[in-house]
């Protein structure tokens, strides 16, 4: 058996004090995703998307943040997969960042709602053509396959219904989500343990930043 209770690293790179944070969380976070950006980690923008269903079973899986704005944070996904149920049926969720090149870690708490068409549609089209098939042959996606062959054939049974030139249309069942964030909390290791941790919850004006126990 692998004995996992000696491994253990020291977090040293850096500190977070409450004077130097931004006063706007979305500020904040967009700081810190530039540094994991300028790091060498690998997808600093591949983030933990958890959800639940209407009876509070939690599930979590990775996606790619593709939106970082003011008005919140957007990922894409088939609408039709398990999150997807998941946030039809509940729309809560959290979106957890580990950047352990920097040894901090972001959570992003909200409700989900789905962009509307246009933007979807706008976004799918930037995407390589064989993503764009992947969406389609991809569905239900989350639902089980008989076995990769069925699903290289429909693959390839799209790549003929849609000739290289021609463009391949957004399927109605894929899109975008925008978390519109209702709590923010920024960690950075420090060492023994003794971690910064800030949460920011939204005040009467603006928002209220509160230290939390490490
Ligand atoms: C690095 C990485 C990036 C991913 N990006 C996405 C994504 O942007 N959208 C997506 O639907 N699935 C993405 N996936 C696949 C999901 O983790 C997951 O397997 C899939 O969406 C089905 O999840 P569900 O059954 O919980 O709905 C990614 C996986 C990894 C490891």
Known sequence: MTDLTDLRLSYQKGELRRDRLNPDPHAQFQGWLEEALASDMPEPYAVTLATADDLGRPSARTVLLRGSEERGLVVYSNYHSHKGRDLSANPQAELLFYWPQLERQVRVYGRVERLDDAESTEYFHKRPR???????????????????????????????????GQPVPKPEFWGGYLLTPAAWEFWQGRPNRMHDRFEYLPAAEGWRITRLMP
């Not at 098939?133 to 996606?141: F, I, K, R, T, V």
């Open 130 to 164: 064989e993503s764009q098939l992947a969406a389609h042959s991809s569905d239900p996606q989350s639902a089980p396959i008989a076995s990769r062959a069925e699903l290289e054939a429909k693959f390839a049974a799209l790549e003929a219904r849609f000739p290289e």
